[in-house]
Antibody, heavy 115, light 107 residues
Framework: QVQLVQSGSELKNPGASVKVSCKAS????????MNWVRQAPGQGLEWMGW????????VYAQGFTGRFVFSLDTSVSTAYLQISSLKAEDTAVYYC????????WGQGTLVTVSS | DIVLTQSPGTLSLSPGERATLSCRAG???????LGWYQQKPGQAPRLLIY???SRATGIPDRFSGSGSGTDFTLTISRLEPEDFAVYYC????????FGQGTKVEIK
């Protein structure tokens, strides 16, 4: 069965960087693009963009350019979201989601930015 | 970007009642590529409806979607206790965007 398993919660200081992983199993990794979605505490869902798992080409939504980087390691069927120069407003749950073979989501990774 | 506006923000209803949720797009959604999600606290969203009116696998038939172009509706015919949650629409006709959500709460 398709599973997306994300890395655990992170607590980071402002200005630091964080890298969230999303490991896929149960399907051929390159069969579906990987999307990233942010949900700030008590807020709605924001689509951050997606990465083509065949070419590695990322597409970022408005508001998620510059500090946000999507990447892949296809050898271990894993997608990554890296956020640099963290700010308090980056505190959120980050989800990976694969839509092309159905609708599959990771369990979410809470990133807390606080000094 | 296609902006999605959901209404109402909160819907207060009793179990057994009918819920009608609206999602309006700022421009036409190509191919009516509009989905509805349910999210409960501490959980990832779950797809209910795709293509504006097709139920996802395993979704009870009390959930139905309708609409086209810029106006879409999610209807829950008779609310069950487990249906009280937040609902989001998402368009995937041009990139992707989510609406801001409608909370369905127990009256």
């Amino acid at each position: 069965q398709v599973q997306l398993v994300q890395s655990g919660s992170e607590l980071k200081n402002p200005g630091a960087s964080v890298k969230v992983s999303c490991k896929a199993s149960g399907y051929t990794f390159t069969s579906s693009a990987m999307n990233w979605v942010r949900q700030a505490p008590g807020q709605g869902l924001e689509w951050m963009g997606w990465i083509n798992t065949n070419t590695g080409n990322p597409v970022y939504a408005q508001g998620f350019t510059g500090r946000f980087v999507f990447s892949l390691d296809t050898s271990v069927s894993t997608a990554y979201l890296q956020i640099s120069s963290l700010k308090a407003e980056d505190t959120a749950v980050y989800y990976c989601a694969a839509y092309d073979l159905g609708d599959y989501w990771g369990q979410g990774t809470l990133v807390t930015v606080s000094s | 970007d296609i902006v999605l506006t959901q209404s109402p923000g909160t819907l207060s209803l009793s179990p057994g009642e009918r819920a009608t949720l609206s999602c309006r797009a700022g421009q036409n959604i190509p191919n009516n590529y509009l989905g509805w999600y349910q999210q409960k606290p501490g959980q990832a969203p779950r797809l209910l409806i795709y293509g504006a009116s097709s139920r996802a696998t395993g979704i009870p038939d009390r959930f139905s979607g309708s609409g086209s172009g810029t106006d879409f509706t999610l209807t829950i015919s008779r609310l069950e206790p487990e249906d009280f949650a937040v609902y989001y629409c998402q368009q995937y006709g041009r990139a992707r965007t989510f609406g801001q959500g409608t909370k369905v709460e127990i009256k």
